[in-house]
């Protein structure tokens, strides 16, 4: 057990511990503008809340992909279509708009596949501190070659793809298979993720302590602590967060 009382750390991947440069979202909103979608500040957080929602194995995701299959070009259509709406088009709106902003992202989304220079040297301090460190992603497919390409899969105790077991975040078994694999105590274990729905509601469905990261302010009513990026971390680990044990 470190000083702190805490004993493992558990990350999330896509937003948490890698980034799109820049994000989807970004470059669909900013076509959607130029289109004469709504492009008002509120109307964008709504459209963000909704896509974390939505990609939380939620229902309308479920029925998605039952419908289309993910590698369906209808399916991504009725996601511009659906997304559009959650930013407040009509739905004649979203209808005329979502084939060219789906042609747009074909053609023009090419982002960087990111990860922050400093996330090795955070994760080398952690191991140092004796923290066990762990991945869990709602990707389909095993990440470890992805995430030793990136320089930092060795850092990792325990990488768990959910689809690997066929439980996705935010379903508690997903985090409770990942605690039994680490032999750690939920109480003293932290998730950190980006998605509210599925990283700090799973995360405490759980008994886990969740730390969010929301540089944006996505979500204002996360009952735990925010940061702006991983980066942040060891300041917040360091400085009296403890667990209620």
């Known amino acids: ?14 937003g948490t511990l890698r980034h799109n440069r820049p ?16 492009a008002a500040e509120e109307n964008r957080r709504q459209a963000q809340r909704w896509g974390h929602q939505y990609w939380t194995n939620s229902g309308d995701l479920i029925d998605d992909l039952e419908l ?21 088009s009509s739905q004649k709106q979203a209808a005329e708009l979502a084939p060219l902003i ?3 992202m074909r ?15 955070m994760l080398e301090g952690f191991k140092e501190q004796g923290y066990a460190l762990g991945v869990v992603t709602n990707r389909d497919e095993p990440v470890q070659d992805y995430l030793d390409e990136k320089g930092i899969g060795g850092f990792f105790d325990f990488i768990l793809a959910a689809g ?8 508690s078994r997903v985090f409770e298979h990942a605690l039994k694999e680490m032999g750690a105590e939920p109480g003293m274990s932290v998730y950190i993720g980006d998605n509210y729905f599925a990283d700090v509601l799973g995360a405490q469905s759980a008994g886990i302590q ?36």
Do not use: S
């Not at 289309?68 to 009725?78: K, Q, V």
């Not at 990261?213 to 991983?230: L, R, S, Y």
């Open 1 to 14: 057990m470190v000083a702190n009382g805490y004993t493992t750390l558990i990350f999330d991947l896509d």
């Open 23 to 38: 994000e989807g979202h970004q470059v669909f909103w900013a076509r959607a503008a130029e289109l004469g979608a709504p």
């Open 68 to 88: 289309y299959g993910r590698d369906n070009p209808e399916f991504w259509l009725n996601y511009a279509q659906r997304h559009l709406m959650a930013l407040g």
């Open 102 to 104: 789906n042609q747009h």
């Open 107 to 121: 053609e023009e989304f090419e982002p960087e596949d990111w990860v922050d220079p400093q996330t090795p040297e």
């Open 164 to 171: 690997e077991i066929g439980i996705w975040k935010p379903d």
């Open 210 to 245: 969740p730390v969010l990261v929301d540089p944006h302010k996505f979500f204002p009513e996360a009952e735990c602590p925010v940061v702006d990026t991983i980066i942040e971390l060891p300041a917040l680990l360091n400085n009296g967060f403890k667990p209620n044990l």
